[in-house]
């Protein structure tokens, strides 16, 4: 099993939580779909619920702010480690993103602030106190994968270089398909994929979160039975079994298996 309890390396996905209009029917669609435990943590922290997979903490969860539900979309956003989260904001400026919400101390867990990066998508900066970030990924019931979908591809891959010193791998880059990934100390830490030409004008630039399961297509029609929409059923890619689904408030959030003829 992968754990840990050591901050990740700064630049590297470390959390993703939910924006949720319904806390409880999120709780319950994630919690039977896969298998996680949750903990509340109260009014001092506006409500969150930790999402916990064989005791491990995988992810989060909050409530959308009072008179806001229509103007939010249900989401996973993904946080990216830092060790100086002033540092990384004001660099994140620099570089041409917008701050959303302000570093703000969450506790004694660490601290926490929102951006919006160039090409208009959401994303967490997270400086490590107490919570490190995930106890447990890239195995079933975790987080396996972060990528990003971008409208403004050339901004986006020049931003995180720029903000967390990524280091670029051009795994493709032709028109019909150009997809780079970022690395921290020579280790992959997430996707930047060009989709500018195939994003509905409706769906802004984000970031996607992939979930590990042990069977992509039982977990979809698992999913389906519990409220679930197929955007994208699940199919054999040269990076594994995946599937693209809303969840039953509308989320969006993908599936991960190993290919069913075997290989990752």
């Keep these: 099993m992968t754990t840990r309890d050591t901050p990740f390396a700064a630049g590297t996905p470390c959390w993703v939580d939910l924006l949720s209009s319904d806390v409880g029917k999120s709780k319950a669609f994630y919690s ?33 702010s009072p008179g806001l539900e229509s103007r ?26 917008q701050v959303v919400s302000p570093p703000m101390q969450v506790g004694d867990l660490g601290s926490m602030a929102i951006l919006s990066d160039p090409a208009g998508a959401m994303i967490g900066f997270w400086q490590p106190g107490r919570h490190v970030g995930f106890g447990k990924y890239n195995e079933p019931g975790s987080v396996t994968w972060d990528e990003h979908h971008s409208k403004d591809f050339a901004a986006s891959v020049a931003f995180y270089e720029s903000v967390f010193g990524w280091n670029i791998h051009r795994t493709s ?25 195939f994003l509905p004008a409706e769906v802004p630039s984000h970031w996607a979160v992939y979930f590990s399961v042990s069977d992509a297509d039982a977990a979809v029609a698992n999913a389906v039975k519990l409220g679930a929409t197929v955007l994208r059923a699940a ?19 993908k599936l991960h298996s190993a ?6």
């Design 32 to 64: 039977e779909l896969f298998d996680w435990t949750s903990q509340d943590a109260g009014e001092e922290f506006g409500g969150y619920v930790t999402f916990f997979s064989d005791g491990h903490p995988v992810a989060g969860m909050s409530g959308m």
């Design 72 to 97: 939010s979309a249900d989401n996973w956003n993904t946080y990216i480690s830092t060790s100086d989260i002033d540092a990384s904001t004001e660099a994140a400026v620099e570089a041409g993103g």
């Design 173 to 197: 880059d032709t028109d019909e398909f150009r997809y780079f990934e970022g690395q921290v100390d020579g280790q992959t830490v997430a996707g930047l994929m060009d989709s500018a030409s």
């Design 235 to 253: 199919e054999d890619t040269p990076f594994g079994r995946m599937a693209d689904l809303r969840d039953a408030t509308g989320a969006g959030f």
């Design 259 to 264: 290919n069913l003829a075997g290989g990752s």
